[in-house]
């Protein structure tokens, strides 16, 4: 999955034993904080991750993205990010939260 999301422009850290990826929302995007971010992925690139902040006030610069899907739908939502981190160029600093399934 990391690999998968680098190649379609989004650098995650590899997670060291855990069933999640904590990923950081990329700079272009990082104004609107983990709840709109994903909210975006849901609507945008049909994806769904966790909000960050959820997880704490820290938080919010990041998504979790759980590791349980099956490879071909990891290629799929990777497919997905890809486009839409290549059709967003910058995000505009107007744009309506967004929630992510795939």
């Known amino acids: 999955m990391v690999d998968a999301f680098a190649r379609a422009g989004w650098q995650i850290p590899a997670p060291a034993a855990t069933m999640f990826a904590w990923a950081p929302i990329p700079e272009s995007f990082r104004h609107l904080g983990s709840l709109e971010f994903s909210k975006l ?13 959820g997880f704490g006030e820290h938080g ?14 990891i290629r799929q939502a990777a497919r997905n990010i890809k486009r839409f981190l290549g059709s967003a160029g910058e995000a505009p600093d107007n744009v309506v939260a967004l929630n992510a399934r795939r």
């Open 60 to 73: 919010d610069d990041f998504v979790r993205i759980a590791l349980v899907e099956n490879e071909h739908r």
């Open 41 to 53: 992925l849901v609507e945008k690139a049909d994806v769904a991750v966790a909000p960050g902040i």
